[in-house]
């Protein structure tokens, strides 16, 4: 199995502030994703990468930017934190068969 | 654009019931689809797929037909047991790169 490090795995945070998750893999899989979690949305796609410095918008990519520079690493910012994006932060791999592989999470809390 | 559809939860059972979760999609190709699970506190994880109409996956107890015609792929289990009380999601992939969820549908199983 793939292995996927999320950190933090917790955060609090204030309104205003910059935040960034990471989301670290040790194998040299292609296409990194970073969904959010919310009740009665399921998981949403905000950014994916498809390769070290290639990266496209998900369906909520807003208030949100993404780098890759290397292939194992793959960061989410939250460049001004607000309260709506108080959520629960997974990151996922493609793995070779075509399905997806998720970390464990990252829950964030914008007061 | 594409979406998924599941039945709203919390679903309640008695253990040993049969369990049917159903999930319908709209989508504009011929897509791939999935159920994933998430246990209290983890990330996701797959719990079977089909890639093409009449396909039945399967996996620890657990099933979904692929139907075109009525563009569903409902996930049924013949005997629930404690330990499968979890969200289920649904999900579909129509380029093979990127996953759409459905809401999400809570189990809870009762002994």
């Known amino acids: 199995d793939a292995g996927i490090t999320q950190s933090p795995r917790h955060k609090v945070t204030e309104t205003g502030t910059p935040v960034t998750l990471r989301c670290h893999q040790t194998e040299n899989h292609r296409y990194m994703y970073w969904y959010r979690q919310d009740p009665g949305h399921g998981l949403r796609l905000i950014h994916y990468s498809y390769g070290v410095k290639d990266t496209d918008k998900g369906e909520v990519s807003d208030g949100y930017s993404v780098s890759r520079s290397k292939t194992e690493d793959f960061l989410l910012t939250l460049e001004s934190a607000t309260s709506s994006q108080t959520s629960v932060y997974f990151c996922?791999?493609?793995?070779?068969?075509?399905?997806?592989?998720f970390g464990e999470g990252s829950r964030l809390t914008v007061l | 654009g594409d979406s998924v559809t599941q039945m709203e939860g919390p679903v309640t059972l008695s253990e040993e019931a049969f369990l049917t979760i159903n999930c319908t999609y709209t989508?504009?190709?011929?897509?791939?689809l999935f159920w994933y699970v998430q246990y209290p506190g983890e990330g996701l994880q797959l719990l079977l797929k089909a890639t093409k109409a009449d396909d039945k996956g399967s996996n620890k107890g657990f099933e979904a037909t692929y139907r075109k015609e009525t563009t569903s792929f409902h996930l049924e289990k013949g005997s629930v047991q404690v330990s499968d009380s979890a969200v289920y999601f649904c999900a579909l992939s129509d380029d093979g790169n990127k996953l759409v969820f459905g809401a999400g549908t809570i189990l809870r199983v009762k002994s």
């Open positions: 996922a791999i493609r793995q070779a068969t075509g399905e997806l592989f």
């Open positions: 989508a504009t190709g011929y897509p791939s």
